[in-house]
């Protein structure tokens, strides 16, 4: 698959990246050089503009006050919708995830706008904070294994209409709406709670990345055994009795 090649980009690693998250950069980085694929990978940070020729834009979870400016920088850079509206692929975790939507609250308790590329509202919980493992089933349309992941998090996330379910739960709070849902999608942008970082726990959610960028319907196999050790390995610490 040498003859293409993939253009990833890290959005605020300095405001948005806590729980490892940055390691879902690293393990799309490593999938695609284990088929051979040449990637070009940019680290964005808030100062500086966002790239609008990436083909796959990855974003982390944050605390509130970096969240809201990381919200307040993309929205006056536009650059991350004119990447979505040129076809690039987003994938984003916990505040990352509620920044792509239309709104969430802020550190100041105040509504926040957000970038409106997921049909989703964020809103604060009132009850305990979402945290610990989680197990849950990926829309079978996206064709993927259970979803395992780790949730820390007080938000409620509500779909809209035209953003589907990214997983039904099995173990965990999710989406926190009590519907069951966990994460959101549409064609090209993805959100989810999930850390762990999601894709050292999840690496076909980089494979599928990978292969709508491409355009590619399949890569070719690599060894899974490290990744199915640690999928086994959390799926039995959620699943079993507390």
């Known amino acids: 698959m040498s003859e293409s090649s993939l253009r990833l980009v890290w959005v605020y690693p300095d405001l948005l990246s806590t729980y490892g998250d940055q390691g879902n950069a690293l393990v799309v980085e490593r999938r695609a050089l284990q088929r051979r694929v040449p990637v070009t990978r940019v680290d964005v940070r808030s100062d500086q503009p966002i790239p609008t020729s990436g083909d796959i834009y990855l974003i982390g979870g944050g605390e509130d006050r970096p969240q809201r400016l990381a919200a307040e920088r993309l929205r006056r850079d536009g650059g991350l919708g004119r990447a979505v509206a040129n076809g690039a692929i987003v994938f984003s975790v916990c505040a990352g995830y509620q920044i792509l939507g239309h709104e969430f609250i802020n550190d100041l308790g105040r509504p926040e706008p957000g970038l409106g590329l997921l049909d989703v509202v964020s809103t604060r919980g009132e009850g305990e904070r979402c945290v610990g493992d989680v197990l849950a ?22 779909l809209g209409p035209s953003a589907r379910p990214f997983a039904r739960l099995r173990v965990g709070k999710g989406n926190g709406t009590g519907d069951g849902t966990e994460g959101a999608f549409n064609d090209t942008v993805f959100g989810t709670y999930m850390h762990g970082p999601v894709m ?37 610490a959620a699943v079993q009795p507390a």
Request: net charge negative; charged share 25%; glycine share 6%.
């Open 137 to 158: 089933d990926i829309d079978p349309r996206l064709s993927l294994p259970p979803l395992t992941g780790f949730e820390n998090h007080q938000g409620v996330t509500h």
């Open 200 to 236: 050292a726990r999840n690496p076909q959610i980089g494979d599928l990345l990978i292969k709508l960028a491409l355009d590619v319907n399949a890569l070719p196999p690599v060894d899974d055994q490290w990744y199915e050790a640690l999928r086994n390995e959390r799926i039995a």
